[in-house]
């Protein structure tokens, strides 16, 4: 299988304001693109893992933790762009670290690797 997703860019790094911001992916095949909104909290090495916070001394991390909901998006081959509200499941996505992840799936039901791109909502 050729690989679906080569690279996927997801807003800038720099803070979220009450505007749209586009969500960039390029792609070999046509696809459906499956996208879904993780949160990034504190946490704690465990091995090779990382776990939620707890009072130990083990190295900290950064886990992300899913948002309820998720969305889907169709793309051609070459590049593709659309807008992102910051809504997921119809609710507004609380200021902090998040980081989108989009799984291409082709017409032959192939599901290519995860691209993930972080992103941030500012706080008023």
């Known amino acids: 299988m050729d690989m679906i997703a080569e690279r996927m860019i997801a807003a800038r790094e720099d803070h979220w304001q009450e505007r749209d911001e586009r969500v960039a992916a390029s792609l070999a095949v046509p696809a459906s693109v499956a996208f879904r909104v ?66 291409p799936t082709d017409t032959a039901l192939n599901k290519g690797s995860p691209a993930r791109a972080g992103f941030r909502i500012a706080g008023r």
Not at 76 to 87: E, I
């Open 38 to 103: 993780e949160r990034a909290a504190k946490g704690r090495s465990a091995g090779r893992r990382c776990t939620a916070e707890t009072r130990d001394r083990r190295p900290p991390c950064k886990l992300f933790t899913p948002v309820p909901g998720g969305f889907f998006h169709l793309s051609r081959d070459g590049g593709n762009q659309f807008r992102f509200s910051g809504r997921v499941a119809g609710e507004k996505l609380k200021p902090g670290s998040y980081r989108l992840v989009g799984v």
